[in-house]
């Protein structure tokens, strides 16, 4: 005969819910210790089992404790709350996309064509081409016409000749962890979305553009009995996330 233990049906909360049934028995009395993933009947319903152990004690004493993980609606209780997390994230733009070389309305003031000449003067194919590049650039900035654009790109030049072709800055990375007992569905990211939920814009300090990562599923308790799914997204500079490549 099995007796039920007063620590009996002990609930642990975290990641993961779990149930705890304690019993104390005769040590030669023949058990059959369910496997991890038996599914619960009756008042274990919707319960999956985690591990089962059976320890001699003192005497003819032997204590036996099954361990359950939520498994399902049918346990009663709710999945563990949603988990968000915000952090920073380095990124390093290429040099001409600093704000140095925009407008106050954020607009480019480098033309294809002369930061073309800036790059052409570190990477052209021959020293000659090279300096032909810079030449030219050098040619263009002389011209008011092609300011500040010229200009700029001459400055762009001199950046990467001393090894700066890109810089530091900060994307923020917004995370939302969620726990269901069906089988959610994923998206494979790179969209244009607001995370959901929105964090309050007047946390950023500036506008935000928000990209959709991919997400990712794993289970988080025995034969698929709970789903964790982490979906992530990439919040940079409002603009950054082109319409042609993200819808």
């Given amino acids: 005969?099995?007796?039920?233990?007063?620590?009996?049906?002990?609930?642990?909360?975290?990641?993961?819910?779990?149930?705890?049934?304690?019993?104390?028995?005769?040590?030669?009395?023949?058990?059959?210790?369910?496997?991890?993933?038996?599914?619960?009947?009756?008042?274990?319903?919707?319960?999956?089992?985690?591990?089962?152990?059976?320890?001699?004690?003192?005497?003819?004493?032997?204590?036996?404790?099954?361990?359950?993980?939520?498994?399902?609606?049918?346990?009663?209780?709710?999945?563990?709350?949603?988990?968000?997390?915000?952090?920073?994230?380095?990124?390093?733009?290429?040099?001409?996309?600093?704000?140095?070389?925009?407008?106050?309305d954020g607009n480019y003031l480098i033309s294809g064509y002369d930061a073309s000449l800036a790059y052409a003067t570190q990477h052209a194919a021959t020293p000659f081409a090279r300096g032909d590049a810079f030449k030219q650039l050098q040619g263009r900035a002389a011209n008011p016409d092609n300011?500040?654009?010229?200009?700029?790109?001459?400055?762009?030049?001199?950046?990467?000749?001393?090894g700066n072709e890109t810089y530091y800055s900060a994307a923020w990375r917004y995370v939302v962890v969620s726990y269901s007992f069906s089988l959610p569905a994923t998206t494979s990211g790179g969209i244009r979305q607001s995370p959901i939920p929105q964090p309050a814009p007047s946390y950023f300090s500036t506008a935000i553009s928000w990209l959709r990562l991919a997400d990712s599923l794993e289970s988080v308790g025995p034969i698929n009995s709970m789903w964790k799914l982490t979906k992530t997204w990439l919040g940079f500079a409002d603009g950054v996330w082109s319409p042609i490549l993200y819808p």
């Fill in 1 to 104: 005969m099995l007796y039920q233990q007063p620590e009996s049906g002990r609930i642990t909360a975290s990641d993961r819910i779990r149930l705890s049934d304690v019993y104390k028995c005769y040590r030669d009395m023949t058990l059959a210790i369910p496997n991890r993933g038996t599914l619960g009947t009756g008042a274990r319903s919707g319960w999956v089992v985690s591990d089962a152990t059976f320890a001699p004690e003192r005497g003819q004493i032997a204590k036996y404790e099954i361990n359950w993980e939520a498994g399902g609606p049918n346990c009663g209780l709710t999945p563990p709350a949603t988990e968000i997390k915000l952090d920073s994230q380095e990124v390093y733009p290429k040099a001409e996309r600093n704000p140095y070389f925009q407008d106050v």
């Fill in 147 to 162: 300011n500040p654009s010229a200009t700029l790109a001459v400055t762009l030049a001199g950046l990467l000749a001393n």
